[in-house]
């Protein structure tokens, strides 16, 4: 009935809010530790979201699959797909439509090519030594899904019995209803069949937190029964990771990017709610960190658009502090335009500063144990440097590996003296491969929005 899905994002509304500003894991004084087993091959890696619609002028598997060695080359450990199943046709937006309006969960979208195909390249993904991941939309279906007619009783309708979008603005999907035991089974079915016939390494879940928890409590239980599995969630409140989830967004910390960028907050609101962070989720969690994806690229602009001269800065950053940094396909190519959701737009390739920076920092994660993700990377220790809180300066070290990293999140030019004596040794600059020594009383001065990164010799 309409007044019973009122009533569930009613409380799915209250218990995200509750979530994610006052939820701290906390029984008896103790935070609580996840019970979740990442995949040992996960903590080295970064994270890679492909537009398979976009990323090629073919827009198929086949064209796609010549990129893998390049992606290698860059350093992506895991490759997460948008949706590659069919699209729906009934209420579509677009001549394309969205790949989040699922026509059938158990077939490939014939416009990217064949279940062959797609096997075929998973293979090739893994002969790499790289991982996959596929988008999956398990809250709502397209209008002419093929369970609209086989189960109606799936789906939440109206007082008139009509089916209902999610959310009014998502009129070419329907929501579906997890109060329902047989879509549970089906859908968790549904999930197994891919890890199963294609081998996949697990799934990125579109608004994960508008479906129960225990539906991916029980979802990741049956997923790990075939394979150790990674789950990212497009959610952030802590308890997803408790039995479900690998990793959620950080979206505070990228809007908190985006106010720093405008000059709206500074640079101590980052240490500030990394902190908080901590306070909150349990410590084996991996985080998502992000300048970009392919949301925020079509709907709210690009990088450059949002971050203006702080973009380089601010990419730099989501790769050294504690979690696993994610590009949206096209930013190590400098990506400057917002990509068409609903159409064929596809990216303009080209030579870019951008793709040495995050290939350096990706090959930097996969050597160097202060990175690591989750409970295995090392604490970052924030220095205050400056009153006005223009600067970020910091340590992650993790036995014999350590970096230090000093960022300038301003407009205009800093001087300021190194004083700790943790900073005191000799390094090397990650991008210039320059032998630096550190002094304890180091005289610094940074342009605009400059950085430095030096790890250990």
């Not at 997923?223 to 505070?252: C, N, Q, R």
């Not at 990394?274 to 925020?296: A, G, V």
């Not at 300038?408 to 032998?435: C, H, I, P, R, W």
């Amino acid at each position: 009935m309409f007044s019973k899905r009122i009533f569930k994002f009613s409380v799915l509304l209250f218990f995200t809010i509750l979530f994610v500003f006052s939820f701290h894991y906390e029984i008896n004084g103790q935070k609580k530790n996840s019970t979740i087993r990442h995949p040992e091959w996960s903590y080295d890696k970064v994270i890679y979201e492909v537009n398979i619609r976009q990323f090629t002028p073919e827009g198929t598997f086949q064209a796609f699959e010549k990129h893998l060695p390049g992606l290698k080359d860059l350093g992506v450990g895991i490759l997460w797909f948008m949706p590659i199943n069919p699209i729906g046709e009934k209420n579509r937006k677009g001549t394309l439509g969205s790949y989040y309006s699922v026509k059938d969960y158990l077939a490939i979208n014939p416009d990217f090519g064949t279940m062959e195909d797609f096997k075929s390249l998973v293979e090739k993904i893994h002969e790499l030594g790289m991982y996959i991941i596929i988008d999956w939309v398990a809250n709502h279906t397209s209008w002419d899904n093929n369970l609209t007619a086989l189960h109606p009783d799936w789906f939440i309708k109206d007082s008139l019995g009509n089916f209902v979008p999610p959310v009014p603005e998502w009129s070419d999907v329907i929501d579906l209803n997890y109060d329902n035991a047989d879509l549970r089974k089906y859908m968790i079915d549904a999930l197994k069949f891919w890890v199963g016939k294609c081998n996949i390494d697990g799934y990125r879940c579109d608004v994960a937190g508008m479906m129960p928890v225990d539906f991916w409590n029980d979802a990741r239980s049956e997923l790990d029964k075939i394979k150790s599995v990674f789950m990212l969630a497009e959610w952030e409140s802590p308890e997803m990771h408790e039995k479900a989830f690998d990793m959620t967004y950080s979206w505070d910390l990228y809007n908190i990017f985006n106010s720093i960028a405008k000059g709206e907050k500074s640079s101590k609101d980052i240490p500030v709610y990394l902190e908080k962070e901590k306070e909150e989720y349990p410590d084996n969690s991996f985080r998502m960190r992000f300048t970009s994806n392919h949301d925020e690229n079509s709907w709210n602009g690009t990088v450059f658009e949002r971050l203006g001269p702080a973009s380089e800065s601010f990419a730099v950053l989501t790769c050294i502090i504690p979690g696993m940094p994610l590009i949206y396909n096209g930013q190590e190519a400098g990506l400057s335009k917002r990509l068409k959701f609903f159409e064929k737009d596809p990216i303009e390739w080209k030579e870019h500063k951008f793709r040495n920076i995050y290939s350096r920092l990706f090959h930097l994660k996969m050597m160097n144990g202060a990175l690591l993700n989750g409970e295995r990377g090392g604490e970052m220790i924030f220095i205050p440097a400056d009153p006005e809180n223009k600067i970020i300066l910091f340590i992650r070290e993790k036995g014999d590996d350590k970096i230090v990293g000093i960022f300038n999140l301003s407009a205009g030019q800093v001087s300021f003296k190194l004083k700790e004596k943790m900073f005191a040794g000799s390094y090397k600059n990650l991008f210039t491969d320059e032998a630096v020594n550190l002094d304890q009383e180091e005289d610094i001065t940074l342009k605009p929005w400059e950085y430095k990164i030096y790890s250990a010799e």
